[in-house]
């Protein structure tokens, strides 16, 4: 079965950065685009960013320029590397897959941005 399993959340300052990890099992990891959603409290869930099969990127405008997807196929991984975090980034963030006919999500780790 498909599963998604992140790590690497916390609690940092405003400034500071993180490395978020989703580690992919139960499908053909390298043939499907992958996905960072994130969820602030009171809000819907937001995409951040999109890394094709073939390494193109796409960001959200609030994290364009700071924030940088990446994947592992060797690792069936997907990185979000978080710089210049800023409080308005808290939020728990989601690993996603879209197989057809139905979306895959993580369990999804917290980041927090706090002094």
């Known amino acids: 079965q498909v599963q998604l399993v992140e790590s690497g959340g916390g609690l940092v300052q405003p400034g500071g950065s993180l490395r978020l990890s989703c580690v992919a099992s139960g499908f053909s990891f390298s043939r499907y685009p992958m996905r960072w959603y994130r969820q602030a409290p009171g809000k819907e869930r937001e995409l951040v960013a999109t890394?094709?099969?073939?390494?193109?990127?796409n960001y959200a405008d609030p994290v364009k320029g700071r924030f940088t997807i990446s994947r592992d196929n060797a690792k069936n991984t997907v990185f979000l590397q978080m710089n210049s975090l800023k409080p308005e980034d808290t939020a728990v963030y989601y690993c996603?897959?879209?197989?057809?006919?139905?979306?895959?999500w993580g369990q999804g780790t917290q980041v927090t941005v706090s002094s």
């Open positions: 890394i094709s099969t073939g390494g193109s990127r």
């Open positions: 996603n897959v879209f197989i057809p006919q139905r979306d895959y």
